[in-house]
């Protein structure tokens, strides 16, 4: 400002700044030039005029004198002459008046001094020079600075003698001088009034627009505040409405980039900075108040599962209406928000007691119960919730975030679709599982990884005709540690992909090294991940494991669980194809305990059926789990499926299975998942290995 202030010139600096005062000048000026070139040409004018008069009035007395002075010449009567001249000398600003003969001697020569005296007669001055005769034998005129001196001549027959008549000019530029000092006071006049004149018709505009600057100055302090607006004024009128309007076009973008900075764009939820914010509000309002908050944790199960085989635009849909769905349940002070990923957080004030938070979390689950439809896909999910308390699980917003999370992953161990209140336990358990995934970390590379390998007999001949290759981790100070302690972790931290490769790597070895010592072929089957499955290059990574390990496809078969299975997922469906196509085998895991998207599975490119546990366990004594056991094997044999029942450890259950045409069976019954060398050991004492329970043996 003060550069610019600085900078500018010297004219610059005697203009004025403000408009205001530039107007009043401006016009004023304007006014005066006008006023002065008006005057200027009307002194112009009319001393025209005047000069014109003079002359003609000049001319007229000079023709009348030489008609009278013709006789007098004659008869020689210069008294008479004289007294004639006087006369006429009376005219208004003659100077004086001469006769001459035609040689130019005066005859007669009057004069009047510049006081206005009377005329009087003068003596004894040189002749003077006639001018030229012009052609029309009239008046001449001869111009002097201040003075006119008109010539004519006395003729009667010839040239007698002339008459000079001297005139002032000093009337003309009195006229002049006066038109000149009236312009000169209607200038300055003009100049006063209207510069009083804008002053005042200005003045409103002007303070208008004033108040327009300090408005627009103060816009952002005035939050959506209306300036008056002066309508006396077109653009004062459009300006005061501009401001308006922007006044308001400001309040909206501020309102619209604090909605986007406190929520979360897909969902439209509260995100984690305003849910962060609510619940201090929440914890600062329960300690005047003694009221009991909690603090819910939803994450859905297994949503990367949907985001992997139907694409991140379906998750997303997905979330949206999950999150919209489960928003119901938010009442007057509570705050349902979505921290990220598939998260939902809830806060939950004006409890009467604790369980209420129990109530709240059963009803989220029973929301999340009914089927979601995206893009034609029915698609189920489960959500695994931890619940905290304030005060009891935790004084600060972080301690009661941080134990719900912990709370939340035990609900998601204890297999997920339920609720959990926090415990200090659950602390410890996070406490070991770090400890855990770190131990994970360096497992592979210090060699701490085993495989075990059990049997899956023929329920026809006897025989063994696979083993199902199981890993165990066997940790220097913590012992053998079992997969489902470790898996989901490794699963988590992406561990599970090298550790995959190092399972199959080394079952198809086995399977191998087994054949090659002359054991009669089987097949071999290893667990897949949904992790693995999700790996671009899983069926590049198989082949080059069949490869450098030489087994034949035919004797791998892959095991992927039941909850993989998800309607049209295509990507999941092209993998397993391929896999396929190589001649490698596909068996279903844990079959019935999943959402058994039935009519998917004719799709599905699969070989076999693997019949839970949790089915077999009390087959023979629970007549539902026998309905659902003999239900599978119909269903598998029905759609051209092999079938085998995993877990069984007892005589009778075996029957029921055989009776019940199982294909399959692998369990304690016949041995426990033993490593490799007492596999060995175990196949070397003969085959068919189990000739009791052969069909042929029951005759
Ligand atoms: N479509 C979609 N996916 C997201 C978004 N944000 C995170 N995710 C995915 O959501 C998944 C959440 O991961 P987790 O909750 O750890 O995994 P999960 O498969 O649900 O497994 P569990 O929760 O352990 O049962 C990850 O695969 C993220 O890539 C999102 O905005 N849109
Ligand atoms: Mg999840």
Request: aromatic share 6%; hydrophobic share 45%; net charge negative.
């Amino acid at each position: 400002m003060n550069r610019t202030k600085n900078n500018l010139s010297l004219g610059n600096r005697l203009w004025p700044r403000s408009l205001h005062a530039q107007l009043a000048l401006l016009s004023g000026l304007m006014l005066a030039i006008t006023i002065a070139l008006y005057g200027w040409y009307t002194a112009r004018e009319q001393s025209a005029i005047a000069e014109k008069t003079i002359l003609m009035e000049i001319h007229t007395l000079a023709q009348n004198l030489a008609t009278a002075s013709a006789d007098y010449l004659v008869v020689r009567d210069f008294a008479s002459l004289e007294q004639i001249l006087i006369q006429s000398a009376e005219f208004p600003g003659v100077l004086s008046i001469q006769v001459t003969d035609a040689g130019g001697r005066r005859v007669g020569d009057v004069v009047r001094t510049e006081n206005n005296a009377p005329a009087r007669v003068r003596f004894g001055e040189p002749p003077l020079t006639p001018p030229a005769l012009s052609d029309s034998g009239g008046s001449i005129v001869q111009r002097e600075a201040d003075r006119l001196a008109v010539w004519r001549p006395v003729a009667s027959g010839g040239i007698l003698g002339w008459v000079r008549i001297e005139h002032s000019l000093r009337t003309i530029g009195e006229i002049r001088g006066q038109i000149r000092k009236s312009s000169l006071i209607a200038v300055v006049l003009a100049i006063l009034a209207s510069t009083a004149l804008l002053l005042a018709f200005l003045g409103r505009p002007m303070r208008a627009i004033r108040r327009a600057t300090v408005f627009a100055q103060k816009l952002d302090e005035l939050r959506g505040n209306k300036i008056p607006v002066d309508r006396t004024t077109v653009e004062i009128e459009q300006l005061g409405e501009a401001l308006n309007e922007a006044s308001a076009r400001l309040l909206d973008s501020e309102s619209r980039l604090n909605h986007l900075a406190h929520h979360d764009p897909l969902t439209n939820l509260p995100n984690r900075l305003l849910f962060i914010d609510r619940l201090h509000q929440a914890i600062s309002q329960a300690q005047r108040l003694k009221n009991p908050v909690a603090l819910l944790f939803l994450d859905l199960d297994r949503f990367k599962v949907i985001n992997d085989t139907l694409g991140h635009t379906i998750g997303d849909q997905l979330l949206k209406e999950a999150g919209h769905r489960l928003s119901v349940i938010v009442r007057d002070g509570d705050t349902f928000a979505r921290l990220g990923g598939d998260e939902f957080n809830i806060i939950l004030t004006y409890m009467s007691h604790a369980q209420d938070a129990a109530t709240v979390a059963k009803k989220l689950l029973d929301l999340l119960s009914q089927p979601f439809v995206v893009e034609g896909h029915e698609l189920f999910i489960t959500a695994s919730i931890g619940i905290t308390l304030f005060p009891t699980d935790g004084a600060e917003a972080q301690t009661l975030l941080k134990n719900a999370d912990a709370a939340m992953y035990r609900a998601k161990e204890q297999g997920g679709n339920q609720y959990q209140f926090y415990s200090p336990i659950m602390t410890i358990k996070a406490h070991e599982r770090l400890a855990m995934e770190t131990g994970l970390r360096h497992a592979l590379e210090r060699a701490e990884f085993a495989m075990y390998y059990q049997p899956q007999v023929d329920l026809r001949t006897g025989e063994i005709v696979g083993m199902e290759a199981l890993i165990r981790w066997l940790h220097p100070t913590w012992g053998i540690i079992s997969p489902t302690d470790f898996i989901p972790l490794a699963e988590q931290t992406g561990m599970i992909v090298p550790i995959g490769e190092w399972v199959l790597r080394t079952a198809c070895a086995q399977n191998k090294a087994w054949q090659s010592a002359g054991f009669p072929p089987m097949k071999m089957g290893v667990n897949l991940s949904s992790r693995q499955l999700r790996e671009k290059d899983l069926v590049k990574m198989v082949d080059r494991v069949l490869g450098e390990t030489g087994l034949e496809p035919r004797f791998l078969e892959l095991e992927l669980t039941e909850s993989l299975i998800i309607p049209n997922a295509e990507p999941t469906i092209e993998t397993l194809r391929d896999i396929r196509a190589m001649g490698v085998q596909i068996a279903i895991d844990d079959f019935g305990t999943g959402h058994s998207y039935l009519n998917y599975l004719k799709h599905f490119p699969v070989d076999k059926l693997k019949i839970d546990t949790s089915f077999i366990r009390n087959i023979a004594t629970d007549p539902s789990d026998a309905a659902i056991a003999s239900a599978i094997i119909l269903l598998a044999h029905n759609l051209g499926l092999k079938v085998i029942a995993e877990g069984v450890e007892t005589e009778e259950q075996m029957a029921f299975l055989r009776r019940n045409r199982c294909d399959q069976i692998q369990g304690c019954f016949f041995s426990p998942a033993v490593p490799g060398e007492a596999m060995t050991q175990f196949l070397r004492e003969g085959r068919p290995f189990f000739p009791h329970i052969a069909d042929s043996h029951l005759g």
